[in-house]
């Protein structure tokens, strides 16, 4: 597989891993958005919410609960914005499903809020 994630995730590339536990891990983005921008990576392979199991459900939601509890470490205290994009239209550029977290400045997208 020639996934960046997974050669990443099994140390192949490096990367500082600013979190980890069994289900995901959360890295800077190399192309930020935002003042502060994170990805959350769950550490099975799947490109889409459509391709999960109910097993990796489970351990995307125990991941998902997890961000708050990162908030101090990764300095979310002022708000944050979690973006899953999901195929070519939405901008996917990596195909292993990932969380971007933005923060650190006020996200002001007005395209959004159509």
Same mark, same amino acid.
């Given at each position: 597989?020639?996934? !960046? #994630?997974?050669?990443?995730? =099994?140390? %192949?590339?490096?990367?500082?891993?600013?979190?980890?536990? =069994?289900?995901?891990? %959360?890295?800077? @983005? !190399? =192309?930020?958005? *935002? *003042?502060?921008?994170?990805?959350? !990576?769950?550490?099975?392979?799947?490109?889409?919410?459509?391709?999960?199991?109910?097993?990796?459900? &489970?351990? #995307? &939601?125990? &991941?998902?609960?997890? !961000?708050? *509890?990162?908030? @101090?470490?990764? $300095?979310?205290? $002022?708000?944050?914005?979690?973006?899953?994009?999901?195929? =070519?239209? *939405?901008?996917?550029? %990596? #195909?292993?499903?990932? %969380?971007?977290?933005? &923060?650190?400045?006020?996200?002001? #997208?007005? @395209?959004?809020?159509?």
């Amino acid at each position: 597989m020639d996934c !960046i #994630f997974c050669k990443i995730r =099994d140390g %192949v590339i490096p990367s500082e891993k600013l979190y980890e536990d =069994d289900d995901m891990f %959360v890295i800077r @983005d !190399i =192309d930020p958005k *935002a *003042a502060k921008h994170y990805l959350m !990576i769950p550490k099975r392979h799947y490109k889409l919410i459509s391709d999960m199991t109910d097993e990796d459900a &489970a351990s #995307f &939601a125990r &991941a998902l609960r997890k !961000i708050p *509890a990162l908030s @101090d470490k990764l $300095g979310l205290g $002022g708000g944050y914005r979690l973006i899953i994009n999901q195929g =070519d239209d *939405a901008g996917q550029t %990596v #195909f292993h499903l990932h %969380v971007h977290i933005l &923060a650190g400045q006020p996200l002001d #997208f007005p @395209d959004l809020k159509k």
